[in-house]
């Protein structure tokens, strides 16, 4: 139940991953964010609920395992800190630098019990932030008190006990939420039900995440404390013995996730490896997509199978680097697949890594994949910079460099001059949403080329009484002027969008002028400083034989859909002058290829 569940959620995400990656169109990139948001919490229900059953079912099971602390830490914050920034909400953590950094217990559940408590307590406070402290203690009845002190110091220097010596993890959360009434307490744990309903209508949830937490703190041998005032603030807290592997301390684990957090994640690829070929083994071709998608701009080259027997009948004839091998497969699942190519002692992939793929997620499968034989395993839906971390320490050393990187975090950030006299935009705010310098001038020169258009559709709109279209086209202004930091614009444009959706038609007439005399203010200062920008880049006309060979690669290439590429020819023409006589045509097709309508690119390239 839950892989054929999973499994679909998995291709949506990794689809959607690659629409927030490669589209530039604002629209576009607004409704993938809202899809990613909606598949996620999707994915939450679904595990909040399979959860439930198994525990109802008496199937939860505890499974220790050995797990660094800072790991754990770091995927927490990583998950909830994008949910608190979007609330305008401070997390903050306080984590005892003393505490062992290596524990034996149930990794995963122990993250997903904290993981629900932080969730909640962001979704219930809008303002202020939360607190996650994490200390810990010796008690005899965590079996320390009669430690003897007997330490050994292992090759890697580290400090290890001898025996198993326990310790009491302390977690705590505590927030500046709403809070909750005295007489509500009992209910806090009642399944499918959310305390203060009347009040708390509006957020989202199954109603499930404290009895599930509740429930799995139990099933460790804890409990679930809580304190609250309301209208004030929450805390939420928990004891629980976890064994300790390594007394080595984990450290300041504050500063350097602060220091983390301040540096603007931003996808690329991590490395590129042309020479390097992987096998991916899949029975589900959507998954297969997902990956190769991923890993387009490490330049590996990708051979996909679509069953085990497949990949078998495949091995003889290449060797592979990697293979990624799905676990549950009709006919012949990846454990008998890799059994069967293990038997083959003379074959060339042998001795190939061999990862495990599998949307399972559960406590001790990582021990149960490497016992199978499986060097490592990946969980779905899979996170690119899980993949290529992993993948760049499995491929042969002289096959893997490092990529260039465009708009590192390090690099010195140099906007030109004019940007920072314009009215109505913030820079720092349009290059926080772009995340490079170059990316920023990019965005508000496509602002600025489909400013006639938009313009002339949103006056068209209101002009024929159209409300649907004239809300999608301010809805669409109000994104685009967030991007680049014109947030005065695009508050303006969100106030139309709310008059549409209300059909205010007063507030449509009343305000709509106001917006697009500000709209044409700020794009007319644009366009003069973006095209004297381009003037002084003094570049070479092209010669028209050259063009219309461009042009027919396009032509022939738009046959194929290939995007990438057309997008590549087009980057290329950028650093030429166009004839004044191409002109037109030369514009209406960057405009057919920044819609991606095929239609249109072919209608321009045949006129």
Known sequence: MSHEIRTPINAILGMNEMILRESEDENILEYAANINSASNSLLGIVNDILDFSKINAGKMEIIPVEYELASLLNDLINMIQKRAEDKGLKIRINVNPTIPHLLYGDEIRLKQVITN???????????????????????????????????????????????????????????????????????????????????NRTIEGTGLGMSITQNLLSLMGSKLQVESAYGVGSRFSFELVQKIVDFTPLGDFATALKRSLNTRKEYHASFVAPEARILVVDDTEMNLTVIKNLLKRTEIQIDTALSGMECLQML????????????????????????????????????????????????????????????????????????????????????????????????????????????????????????????????????????????????????????????????????????????????????????????????????????????????????????????????PVIETDKLNEAYMAIEEIAQMYDYDTIVGIMDSLNEYTIPKEEQEKYNALKKAIKNADWDDINRVLKG
């Open 316 to 539: 003889p004839k290449t060797k592979y680097d990697i293979i990624f091998l799905d676990h549950r497969m009709p006919e012949m699942d990846g454990i008998e697949c890799l059994r069967r190519i293990k038997e083959d002692t003379e074959g060339l992939n042998f001795s190939t890594p061999i990862i495990a793929l599998t949307a399972n997620a559960v406590s001790g499968s990582r021990e149960m994949y490497l016992d199978a034989g499986f060097d490592n395993y990946i969980t779905k839906p899979i996170d690119s910079d899980t993949l290529e971390t992993l993948m760049s320490t499995l491929l042969p050393v002289y096959k893997v460099r490092a990529a260039s990187r465009s708009g590192h975090e390090n690099e010195e950030i140099n906007l030109p001059d004019w940007i920072y006299q314009i009215p109505f935009i913030k820079p720092d705010m349009g290059l926080k949403n772009c995340g490079d310098a170059n990316s920023y001038v990019s965005a508000i020169e496509t602002y600025v080329d489909s400013f006639e258009d938009n313009r002339a559709a949103i006056l068209t709109a209101k002009d024929k009484g159209d409300l649907e279209n004239y809300t999608i086209k301010v809805h669409a202004l109000k994104s685009s002027s967030r991007i680049i930091g014109a947030s005065d614009i695009g508050k303006l444009a969100e106030e139309m969008e709310l008059a549409g959706n209300a059909s205010d038609w007063e507030a449509i007439n009343a305000y709509t002028d106001e917006l697009m005399s500000y709209y044409s203010s700020l794009c007319y200062m644009l366009l003069k400083n973006v095209k004297k920008d381009d003037d002084d880049k003094q570049k």
């Open 117 to 199: 408590i932080l969730t909640n307590a962001v979704k219930y406070t809008e303002k202020g932030g939360v607190v996650l402290v994490i200390d810990y203690d010796y008690s005899s009845e965590a079996g320390v008190e009669d430690f003897d002190g007997s330490m050994s110091c292992s090759l890697d220097g580290n400090i290890r006990c001898c025996g198993n010596k326990n310790l009491v993890l302390k977690v705590s959360v505590e927030d500046t939420g709403i809070g909750i009434k005295e007489e509500d307490l009992p209910k806090l744990f009642n399944t499918f039900e959310r305390v203060d309903e009347k009040r």
